[in-house]
Structure formats: structure tokens, C-alpha cells
């Protein structure tokens, strides 16, 4: 498996050909860089363990993180670059926030130059605190986007991941990531990593809705040693999308008064997860957490030294939901686990839904005659612009009319790349934090959005659409990209004259 390279350096197996070729059960640690110089105390001390574990042959890759939580951190490929050079298979993390769409793909260029494969494509949490004050977002694409543009590199340079976060409370929540799950899928992910979670149930309903779907593709479990006080910080909803429950964080601060602080019960914990996570049919374990070597060896030693079978007892010890969490498969008597019978309220609900507000079923009305393409409505209005195109000055005061009804209805920023009809008439310019155009990022709280208080709008847009019976086929459709050259543009002459997203040519290109 792991065999010295004439330079004496490590080489290991791609990941690409563990995950696709082989039945191997895989293992990657997560590495978490650090603030200033990588010649400083803190980076020198990641990049040391970062080269150990390279050197050790459980680990097949190495994951590192691109400014987790939204802080600035040193840059992955930093430490990511030395990895690579020694032979180490290494997934480098690449987010949406702090890069526009130009930024992300001269990135990807130097990436695949210096030798990385495996991206774990991520939209990114909302920046927070940074050189004087606060960071300016960017999001000019999200994760969906960024997996086709990885996807379409040329050459199939890289072997692009994806993570979904199931371990949500409300089916508003937790229907919609497994929509934009699929959505990624076909956008080009090759492997999925779940979000942090301590519900072996929710971890079986992952796998089991991928199989439901026929998504042939290799799922790694999430596996986060807990501290006493990383799970406060969690249990403070610190880290977006994130979940400790008060049942948890109760048995955190019991562990937390023993004379090791609790590091013996986190420890068996985690490799109680992993077994977990074996027994269920994931194709690995993602260990993260603040770790030591000889935290890695007593996980090794616990798994390695559990019946082959007990992991069915962990999953009934190993089941921290939320209240009233909402899951998609009924659950099993004997084991706790997921059942393949699909949650029968959630199928009653689909037959008699709540009804939409009357404003979002006017403007539904009103996009079918007049915005659907092959309408007579449609028709009309490619003429009449067609004809305001040659007007400026009609143009101008056409656009002016739009923009006032469209700010009143839908706070809307005049992005001149109007994806209302697909959200259920909500404006993602002004009303996600994130300008998310292909589905809910993972950070979503009880329905509310990571950034603030208000509600997450794909939530939103999932119960107007489940009233008409349309939630599943909320994300369908080509992956979405703003045009920036439209921004201040008539969004209505824009959608007539074919030079939005939603034209043909947009599509295709």
C-alpha cells in the first residue's frame, strides 16, 4: 500500500483508484492550518504532524481545510504543496467565499500544476471577523458551480468531492440537501463526505437515500473528535450547520470532570463512529479534531479491537437527534437504524400540503403567460423589447417601471439575472446571505439562515413548492451561473432576448 519513493518520500495509492477500483476502507485525517507563518509555533507543529501522518500507512490521504469558520487562515496549499511533493495524497479544500469565478479557476490551473488531484469543492461559511472588521463575502459561484468547473478542466486533472449535510431537524431542511446532493452529482462530484453528525440513524439514512436514488458513489463518513469544549462551541451553533444536542452536551460535561478531561470518552467515541460507519457500508472515515498522534493510534487500537458486530450497539448508543427530527426513511424496530420503508407521514404530507401564499401564486400566474417560453405572452414581450432595444431612452424608463415593482414585491438588486421563478419568487441577491442559485448551502439552523435570523429562502421556496406538488424538482435544470455583465440591465429585456442563465446559449456554454 504505502511503498518509499527513490527520494526517500512516501508514495501512496491515488484516491481516485482506492475509492473507484478497489473495495478498500479508506482513511483521511483533516488538517486544520493555522494563522500566520507556517515557520511560526502553531504552523510548524501542524506541518510536523502533517508529515508523520503522511509517513503512516493507515492514512491513505490527508485533508486540508481552506479558512474554516470563515476566518483567514494560511492558505492550504502551503502545507498542502509539501505533502504533495512527498508523495502523500493530499484533498485540498476549496470554498466560494473568498474567490470569485475568475480566482477560483487560475486557481485550479495552479493546483493541477503543482500536483493535487482531489478538490473538496465547498461554497464556505459565511466570513466572520478579519483585518479590520469584518470580510466582504464573495460567493460568485457556489459548490455546484465550482464542481463543473472543476469537472470541465481539461484532461479530467481532478477528482472532484462533495459534502451534504443531512443531520438537519426539519424536512424543509433536510429534503432540499439531498436535492442539491444529486444536483452535484451530476455537476461532477465523485466522492461525497458527510457534515459533522452523532445520529447513527442519520447516517444510515444518507446511505440508504443515495442507494434509494441510484447515485453510485463512494460516501466517507465524518468522523470529529469531540473535546468537552469543542462541543460547547458547537452546542453554541459556532460552526454553521454544526449540531451537539443538550444530550449530548450533558454527557460532554459529565466526561469533561474526569481526571483526563474526558479525552479517554471522546477518544472510544470516535471509534465507536468509525465502527459505525464500517458496520453501515461507508467507504471510509474522515477523522477531524484537535489530534495528536497517539490519538489517531487509540482510535486504531479501539476499532481494530471491536467485534465485528458491535457496531449494532453503538448505533443504539450513538443517536443524539434533535427534537422532532425529521427523517425520510421509517425507522427499524430491531435496530433503531433506517428501515427502506420511506417516512409514511412525510408521503401523507405530500398529498394534502399546506397552500402558498396568494402573492407567490400570482406570480406564478403571471410568469406561466408571460415568461414560458412558446406563450403568446412570451411572444409579446420579445417583440416589444426587440423594439425598446432600438429606444434607449424607453428602455431606460421601462427598466426604471421594473425595478420599482420588482423592489416592492421582491427586495429586489437589480441583478439583471433574474432567478426568482426558481426560487419560488425569492430574491437570492438580497434575501441568502450567499446569493445560493443551485440549492441551500449547509449551514442552515432550525430553518434559519447561518448569517442572521432570517429564514434560509430554499426552505422557503420548498414549502410554496410543495403545495403544487413540485419540491423534487426544485433543482432541476442546468447548473445556474449570474452573469455579472447583466448587473444594472433590464432582467425582463435579459430573459425576451435570450442573454440570461436561462437561455439556451447560457446553458451550453
Given amino acids: 500500500m504505502v511503498q518509499p519513493s527513490a527520494a526517500g518520500a512516501w508514495t501512496k495509492r491515488p484516491l481516485r483508484y482506492l475509492l473507484e477500483e478497489t473495495g478498500t476502507f479508506v482513511t483521511v485525517a483533516e488538517l486544520a492550518t493555522s494563522r500566520g507563518l507556517i515557520t511560526e509555533p502553531d504552523g510548524s507543529r501542524v506541518l510536523e504532524l502533517a508529515r508523520t501522518l ?37 484533498i485540498i479544500h476549496l470554498s466560494c467565499k473568498d474567490w470569485n469565478r475568475n480566482a477560483l479557476e487560475s486557481r485550479c490551473w495552479m493546483l493541477a500544476s503543482e500536483g493535487f488531484r482531489n478538490v473538496l469543492a465547498l461554497s464556505g461559511d459565511y466570513p466572520v471577523s478579519g483585518y479590520h472588521g469584518q470580510a466582504a463575502p464573495v460567493f460568485d459561484i457556489d459548490s455546484v458551480g465550482l464542481l463543473k468547473l472543476l469537472s470541465e ?7 472532484p468531492g462533495c459534502v451534504v449535510s443531512n443531520y438537519k431537524r426539519l424536512e424543509r431542511e433536510v429534503m432540499p440537501q439531498y436535492f442539491k446532493l444529486a444536483k452535484k452529482i451530476q ?36 468522523v470529529f473528535v469531540l473535546s468537552a469544549s469543542a462541543a460547547r462551541y458547537f452546542h453554541a451553533g459556532k460552526i454553521p450547520g454544526v449540531i451537539v444536542t443538550d444530550e449530548l452536551m450533558a454527557r460532554a460535561d459529565k466526561q469533561a470532570a474526569s481526571p483526563d478531561r474526558g479525552r479517554s470518552f471522546f477518544l472510544e467515541f470516535a471509534a465507536k463512529q468509525c465502527a459505525i460507519a464500517r458496520g453501515l457500508g461507508y467507504r471510509g472515515i474522515y477523522l ?38 425529521f427523517y425520510f426513511f421509517e425507522r427499524d424496530a430491531r435496530t433503531g437504524l433506517s428501515s427502506p420503508v420511506v417516512n409514511r407521514e412525510y408521503l401523507r404530507s405530500k398529498q394534502d400540503p399546506p ?3 396568494l402573492a407567490y401564486r400570482v406570480n406564478r400566474r403571471i410568469h406561466r403567460y408571460a415568461f414560458e417560453e412558446g406563450r403568446a405572452g412570451f411572444r409579446a414581450g420579445q417583440k416589444l423589447y426587440q423594439v425598446v432595444e432600438r429606444c434607449p431612452k424607453l428602455a431606460r424608463i421601462l427598466h426604471g417601471a421594473e425595478h420599482a415593482v420588482k423592489m416592492m414585491q421582491f427586495d429586489c438588486r437589480d441583478c439583471g439575472d433574474c432567478s426568482l421563478p426558481e426560487i419560488a419568487y425569492l430574491c437570492p441577491e438580497s434575501q441568502c446571505a450567499k446569493n445560493q442559485r443551485n440549492g441551500p448551502c449547509g449551514g442552515a439552523r432550525g430553518g434559519l ?17 410543495k403545495a403544487y406538488g413540485q419540491e423534487e424538482q426544485m433543482l432541476d435544470g442546468p447548473v445556474v451561473y449570474r452573469n455579472g455583465a447583466l448587473r444594472g440591465t433590464s432582467a425582463w429585456a435579459n430573459a425576451f432576448l435570450g442573454r440570461d442563465h436561462r437561455s439556451p446559449k447560457a446553458s451550453s456554454s
Avoid at 481545510?65 to 504543496?81: C, E, I, K, R, V
Avoid at 444518507?206 to 441510484?214: A, E, M, P, S, W
Avoid at 484537535?290 to 448508543?317: Q, T, V
Wanted: include cysteine.
Fill in 187 to 222: 455537476a461532477g462530484a465523485r466522492f461525497i463526505i458527510n457534515q459533522i453528525g452523532y445520529d447513527a440513524r442519520k447516517m444510515d439514512e444518507l446511505l440508504r437515500y443515495v442507494d434509494l436514488r441510484g447515485c453510485k458513489i463512494p460516501v466517507i463518513a465524518n
Fill in 355 to 357: 397552500g402558498a401564499p
Fill in 153 to 159: 478542466m481539461p484532461g479530467g486533472q481532478f477528482f
Fill in 449 to 465: 439562515c447561518e448569517a442572521g435570523e432570517k429564514e434560509c429562502i430554499w426552505a422557503r421556496a420548498y414549502d410554496r413548492l
Fill in 54 to 90: 503522511a509517513e503512516h500507512p493507515r492514512f491513505h490521504a490527508l485533508s486540508i481545510t481552506d479558512n474554516p469558520g470563515g476566518h483567514a487562515m494560511m492558505s492550504a496549499d502551503t502545507m498542502g504543496t509539501d505533502l504533495v511533493y512527498r508523495g502523500q495524497e493530499v
Fill in 288 to 325: 477531524g479534531g484537535h489530534l495528536r498522534l497517539e490519538d489517531y493510534e487509540r482510535i486504531f487500537r479501539l476499532l481494530d479491537g471491536f467485534a465485528p458486530n458491535d457496531w449494532l450497539d453503538f448505533a443504539r448508543e450513538i443517536r443524539f437527534a434533535q427534537p422532532g427530527e
